[in-house]
């Protein structure tokens, strides 16, 4: 869904218009009534008049203490407009490729500042869904919620079998909620950057498009519960010390608005005070970071959301993960581009920095090469000769995407996060005083991934695929050749071309470019039955795999087609 539409009517809708009347007015009084009418928003609303703004933001102060103030007022907005702009809220607290730190800092504090609602709205939802009373369900459930979100609220609870779990529900309305919410917020962001290029350049109107779509399916529990057994199935493949534990979802008791898990206790990693009583849990987060390091480029799927909130310290002092309605998900091109995109930052080879980024983000139009490579170069100038015990994740991956932004190239939404994840392991490692050095980390696990892209499966499956595409083109272009000079004869448009004594030669080529793809097509089958042979010593012929004899067999008739088509006089 687009959420910027074109000539958008608030007014047309009386809860719109009801609901934008609200917003503008929070707007003016804590100071940004100068805004709604240099962008005359005002005028959206028939007879609108702007309260007077209780407090002034001045532009004669330091920058810091300038964004500083717009952060403040732009938080205590947020939290009297509800939950659809709380979220907006911390959306733009996780974007520091695109704001000022100073405002990063007081929008932050809205990741834990929002308001419960009635445990009775909770009830009515529980056995709504149910289709029964609570008490047939649960022997026991706490009315105060254990943590309160935008989204929904927890409660803890114990089954009938004395289980003891989580309960996780969806606010009222909430779907509505945002989805009203956030296309006035686009609206709002439309018209400003209409006012401002520096603005629109920020990319705030995709960053938005982006995160709604992200928040539809967060909103949607089951598919919170789908990535929870995903990324349980492919830790429980590599963690060998059983370091992570995940909560069981109880699927038989969950749906899209409701979710069912089990209660881990523990304490959040955000309220560890001294971490210096638990050694285990400093060598368990460490060991934990290659796991997740591993998941990320190997398998391609994370946790996009990480904060210290998420992990918990429990009894044994093993790690607790939670929270997996946003999840990362990387196709095999991606993970190769990011392992290229890592490996060229810790040998600062900056061209190829820059080409990989190309060919991941997005632009309108192309950028100047070698203007880009320089100011990549200037960016990471400070950084060059720190080791890497030195280096500071958090401002390397902030210097690499504000020059980006600078030119106008966007990363896509996915790729933000990946970078905003390596940022957070690294700050959940400094908030514990922990030396954890996630470049370190990536630098020892690079040459396994790299071993692993390169590996013998890997480059057979890549070589079946390349000759299939290939014989697919050699056989679609002739065949589009010929619909186009059809459709180009339709307009009256004809080429008489008449190249005496040249039809010999021009078929002869035809045929040699037909020969040259088809043997090429049998030599990588060929290649290929060779490569699954592997370090066999077969010493009769049923020895040899059978898609040895498989790859071989399509060689030959590759071959022969090829010698069929072309005849040498």
């Not at 820059?354 to 960016?379: C, K, M, Q, T």
Request: hydrophobic share 45%; charged share 25%; aromatic share 10%.
């Amino acid at each position: 869904m687009n959420l910027i539409k074109t000539g958008i009517d608030i007014s047309k809708t009386l809860k719109n218009a009801t609901r934008f009347r609200e917003i503008l007015s929070v707007f003016a009084r804590h100071g940004f009534d100068e805004f709604i009418l240099n962008t005359k928003l005002h005028l959206v609303i028939p007879d609108f008049v702007i309260p007077k703004s209780r407090f002034k933001i001045s532009t004669d102060q330091s920058e810091y203490d300038f964004w500083r103030t717009v952060g403040f007022r732009l938080r205590k907005s947020f939290e009297e407009l509800g939950p659809g702009f709380i979220k907006f809220g911390q959306l733009l607290s996780t974007r520091e490729d695109l704001l000022d730190p100073a405002l990063i800092k007081e929008l932050k504090l809205l990741q834990n500042n929002v308001a419960p609602f009635d445990f009775i709205d909770a009830k009515l939802k529980i056995e709504k869904e149910f289709k029964k009373p609570l008490e047939e369900v649960f022997d026991d459930f706490v009315e105060v919620p254990i943590g309160v979100a935008s989204i929904g609220a927890v409660y803890k609870a114990k089954l009938k079998d004395g289980t003891d779990v989580v309960v996780k529900v969806r606010r009222p309305k909430i779907k509505k909620t945002l989805q009203n919410d956030f296309e006035i917020i686009a609206f709002i962001i439309s018209r400003l950057e209409k006012n401002s290029n520096e603005l629109k350049y920020l990319g705030l109107s995709r960053a938005i498009q982006d995160f709604f779509k992200s928040i539809q399916l967060e909103l949607n529990f089951l598919i919170e519960a789908n990535n929870n057994q995903r990324i349980r199935e492919k830790l429980e493949r590599i963690d060998e010390g059983n370091i992570f534990v995940i909560p069981r979802i109880h699927r038989q008791l969950s749906s899209e608005k409701i979710l069912v898990m089990d209660f881990l206790d523990g304490v959040p990693f955000n309220e560890l005070t001294n971490i210096e009583e638990h050694p285990a849990l400093k060598e368990n987060l460490v060991t934990g970071v290659k796991l997740f390091m591993h998941n990320m480029l190997a398998d391609g799927i994370f946790h996009a959301d990480l904060h210290g909130g998420n992990f918990l310290k429990l009894k044994n002092d093993k790690i607790g993960l939670l929270d997996f309605g946003l999840v990362g998900i990387l196709s095999k091109q991606n993970r190769s581009n990011l392992t290229a995109i890592l490996f060229a930052l810790l040998s600062n080879n900056y061209e190829n920095l820059v080409l990989e980024f190309l060919d991941v983000a997005d632009y309108d139009n192309i950028p100047n090469h070698d203007l880009l490579v320089r100011d990549i170069r200037d960016a990471l100038t400070p950084f060059v000769g720190m080791s890497v015990n030195e280096m500071d994740a958090t401002a390397l991956t902030h210097s690499i995407v504000s020059t980006l932004s600078k030119h106008e190239i966007f990363l896509p939404r996915e790729w933000f996060v990946i970078f905003r994840a390596l940022m957070t392991l690294d700050g959940v490692g400094k908030s514990l005083k922990i030396e954890l050095n996630i470049f370190e980390i990536i630098e020892s696990e690079l040459s396994s991934i790299m071993e692993d892209l390169i590996s013998k499966d890997v480059l057979i499956e890549d070589s079946i695929w390349a000759g299939r595409d290939l014989l697919s083109s050699i056989r679609v272009i002739p065949r589009h050749l010929k619909w186009f000079l059809k459709e180009f004869a339709k307009n009256n448009y004809t080429v008489d071309l008449n190249l005496k004594g040249t039809n010999k030669e021009i078929n002869q080529l035809s045929r040699s470019i037909y020969f040259f793809g088809l043997t090429l097509l049998s030599s990588t089958f060929f290649l290929s039955g060779v490569l699954i042979l592997g370090d066999i010593k077969a010493t009769t012929l049923g020895e040899i795999p059978i898609l040895s004899y498989v790859c071989w067999g399509l060689s030959v008739m590759s071959f022969l087609r090829a010698s069929l088509i072309y005849k040498v006089r």
